[in-house]
């Protein structure tokens, strides 16, 4: 099993900037395609953002141009920058495998409210 801990949340104004981390129990973050997922009060969790082994990314179009996903240089974090964030982007946010997925974590709270 892993275990996924998301940090770096917390309250911004609308367009402001966060940065969240991932870190993991096991260094699996070249093992797997990597995600950060959200989940908004009310709906179903969705991804924003996913790093693929080779260092490919795609991300939701909601976030295209504001969020970048990236793992860190020692490969102990997955890290997504959020920039120009709007209050719809209020979730808690997790990161997992692209898929099939271990538990997820805690997540981290974004709140975006002037």
């Known amino acids: 099993q892993v275990q996924f801990v998301e940090s770096g949340g917390g309250l911004v104004q609308p367009g402001g900037s966060l940065r969240l981390s991932c870190a993991a129990s096991?260094?699996?973050?070249?093992?797997?395609?990597m995600a950060w997922y959200r989940q908004a009060p009310g709906k179903q969790r969705e991804i924003v953002a996913g790093?693929?082994?080779?260092?490919?990314?795609n991300y939701a179009d909601s976030v295209q141009g504001r969020f970048n996903i990236s793992r860190d240089n020692a490969r102990t974090t997955i890290d997504l920058e959020m920039r120009n964030l709007k209050p719809e982007d209020t979730a808690v946010y997790y990161c997992?495998?692209?898929?099939?997925?271990?538990?997820w974590g805690q997540g981290t709270q974004v709140t975006v409210s002037s």
């Open positions: 790093l693929t082994r080779g260092g490919g990314t």
């Open positions: 997992n495998t692209g898929g099939p997925h271990y538990a």
């Open positions: 096991r260094n699996i973050f070249m093992i797997y395609d």
